[in-house]
């Protein structure tokens, strides 16, 4: 039996599946230079997967590759190897920011010269129907009495949509007056294109295309079926009525294509946003009364007083790190170029601080830097090509396990359960945080069982708990705060887009790297919200707030128009990074004469925790933060003192 028919008669699948999937393996062969057979190894295997990455092929392209590689090892019952190939985490990523009804309406209207289009376009809309759903209907499936379609989705489900009175109108008219002219050879199918063959997907897809050329937002016929659903789940239907509709198979998938309701997050913020109820005091009558020259001047001054102060007080704290830093090097036995890395500082810093500390000289034995051990490095690129972690995660990874590499001396195969209690003994005396310890320990653990799972060693030696961590009272910015730092920045360009940001980040509770990432096509100012590419390459919908519009546009209208696509714009108008930003933050918290620890992350934790006091529900918080699990939102929420004492003497006998 060949791998196509082994698709079709033991698994059952679709027709579209088993071309996708044969086209994958044609890809893979060819990649080889060789039929997949008994001889292809699980490397060869892997390779094709790195070569799918290398080529800058979409993560969900490479999962399905992937996926393909995975049956066709069970269809050669080489289900060992089917354990060890690892399949990426394909990405979730939304269309655009989608069109209103009224803009889809426009696009209908449009079509209204053609019947055949604007049936079309209702029932990509009305219905929700895939493109090749829409392709594949037939006459006989059709009841537009009854506003119902007999519809053949993915792995040959059946299912029943329904349609309004627009759709049955316009199919009624596509019916009774167009479809006659095309239909040149009885064809049973029920849209046809000029020549009377079926519709094509190419074509269904350059007819919304046409008719959404006017819109600033890309639109194809799967983004009609986003809006169908969307519009739907706002009207108040099930999500497990939305289920089966749209055709799928778990609720989850339905939950991919819904990440929020829009609206009602939009509410949300509207009605329990201290920034939507009280007024912002930005003091413009002071503003106004100096030019904008003296502003400058007077901020400048005061941001170096207070920079000065902060260095003044960090200085004692450095020296005494500096000297347990060199006092602990004395008794290591690691060089002193693998001591800098594992403790994180650059040699010459520490031959400087050695030398103002009045250390005694030491033996240099390798000032050089060692390069990673074959298996780090094996395992690293396997995190970066077949798991396509991100760029950061890589980072994190690389550093961690080169500090670990140093400490073992090299000797990562051969270490056991005691020298890694005797590394997380090191760090504890480092005064790590059990946060960045319980870190490192996960990515030794990742680590070893990638050595495992590729048999360079037989069991891991890190089976080792995992440290508790500290659980300390949360400290954010309150609302008057928040207030003071807003008004803070100046009225020219920069200091417009620094409000911007600093509102955006508070009021909508976005992460520093999505708003620095935040592109002009991302966000749509008029329906106030915005589309922004979070953790995992998951994408989402997040509401803006009107203080936060109004501050984007203040910032938008004085920068003009330009080529850039960020949204946020750097002094020389390159992209602006997450360094950037922590360090205007900083700035303007001296200036403002608040506390400088408050990082752009508490921004996030303020958001969430002014809206949880304020009496937001926390599932709605969630899908606002893009949380994927409700336990992480709670992290974020703080429940603040007035709010326990209220409780406390609201309910308690002996208050």
């Known amino acids: 039996m060949i791998f196509s028919d082994y698709l079709a008669a033991e698994l059952g699948a679709a027709p579209a599946t088993i071309e996708s999937y044969t086209r994958n393996i044609q890809w893979a062969e060819t990649f080889l230079g060789k039929p997949l057979s008994d001889a292809t190894t699980l490397d060869d295997l892997r390779s094709i997967v790195r070569e799918s990455t290398r080529r800058g092929d979409s993560a969900n392209t490479t999962h399905q590759r992937t996926a393909t590689l995975r049956t066709w090892l069970r269809y050669a019952e080489r289900e060992a190897d089917r354990d060890r190939l690892d399949c990426p985490r394909p990405s979730q990523r939304l269309p655009g920011l989608l069109p209103s009804n009224t803009e889809i309406g426009k696009m209908i209207d449009a079509a209204a010269q053609s019947p055949r289009d604007a049936a079309i376009l209702e029932l990509l809309y009305g219905a929700g129907l895939r493109a090749t759903e829409l392709c594949d209907v037939q006459l006989d499936d059709l009841d537009v009495d009854a506003g119902r379609l007999r519809v053949i989705g993915k792995g040959n489900r059946e299912r029943l949509v329904f349609f309004g009175t627009p759709a049955a109108e316009a199919l009624t008219l596509y019916l009774k007056d167009h479809r006659p002219t095309l239909d040149r050879r009885g064809s049973r199918f029920l849209f046809l294109s000029r020549t009377g063959r079926p519709m094509e997907r190419c074509a269904l897809w350059q007819l919304v295309q046409k008719y959404s050329a006017g819109s600033d937002k890309e639109v194809s016929p799967h983004t009609l079926r986003h809006c169908y659903a969307t519009s739907l789940l706002e009207g108040g239907v099930d999500l497990r009525v939305l289920q089966s509709l749209l055709g799928h198979c778990d609720v989850t998938t339905t939950g991919l294509y819904l990440h929020v309701e829009i609206s009602g997050l939009q ?299 960020q949204l946020f714009l750097n002094k020389d108008g390159g992209a602006l990074s997450s360094r950037s930003v922590g360090r205007k933050l900083k700035l303007y918290l001296h200036a403002a004469g608040l506390d400088p620890r408050i990082s752009p992350h508490k921004l996030r934790h303020s958001c969430a925790t002014h809206l949880l006091n304020n009496g937001a529900d926390l599932r709605s918080i969630q899908e606002l933060l893009g949380h994927q699990s409700l336990a992480t939102t709670q992290i974020y929420t703080h429940v603040s003192t007035a709010r326990m004492r209220e409780a406390y003497t609201a309910a308690h006998p002996r208050r």
């Not at 450095?318 to 002193?336: G, K, M, N, P, Y």
């Not at 911007?500 to 100012?525: C, F, N, P």
């Open 267 to 565: 509410r949300c913020i509207a009605e329990r946003h201290p920034l939507e109820q009280l007024p912002i005091i930005l003091s413009e009558a002071g503003k106004k009364s100096k030019s904008r020259s003296e502003q400058a001047v007077a901020f400048r001054q005061n941001c170096r007083k207070a920079i000065s102060t902060m260095h003044v007080a960090r200085r004692s704290a450095a020296v005494e790190r500096w000297r347990i830093i060199v006092d602990d090097q004395r008794s290591s036995t690691l060089s002193v170029a693998a001591y800098c890395r594992s403790v994180h500082v650059s040699e010459s810093r520490f031959w400087a601080m050695r030398a103002q500390l009045g250390a005694p000289e030491i033996s240099v034995d390798n000032v050089n830097a060692e390069p990673l051990q074959t298996a780090v490095v094996a395992f690293i690129e396997f995190m970066e090509m077949e798991r396509r972690s991100s760029p950061l995660t890589i980072a994190g990874y690389r550093n961690d396990l080169r500090q670990f590499t140093c400490f073992v001396a090299g000797n990562l195969i051969d270490c056991d359960r005691r020298r890694i209690q005797d590394y997380l003994l090191h760090l504890h005396q480092q005064h790590y945080s059990r946060a960045t310890i319980a870190r490192k320990l996960a990515t030794v653990r990742s680590c070893y069982r990638f050595l495992v799972r590729r048999g360079d060693i037989a069991s891991t030696p890190a089976t080792i708990r995992t440290p508790k961590r500290h659980h300390r009272l949360p400290s954010c910015p309150d609302v008057g705060a928040m207030l003071t730092l807003l008004g803070t920045p100046a009225t020219d360009l920069l200091g417009r887009r620094d409000r911007a940001i600093l509102t955006l980040a508070y009021e909508s509770g976005l992460r520093v790297s999505e708003l620095v990432g935040l592109k002009q096509a991302d966000v749509d100012l008029d329906q106030g919200l915005a589309r922004v590419c979070g953790k995992g390459d998951c994408d989402r919908f997040t509401p803006i707030g009107a203080q936060a519009v109004k501050a984007i546009k203040s910032y938008v209208d004085l920068r003009g128009v330009d080529a850039a696509p």
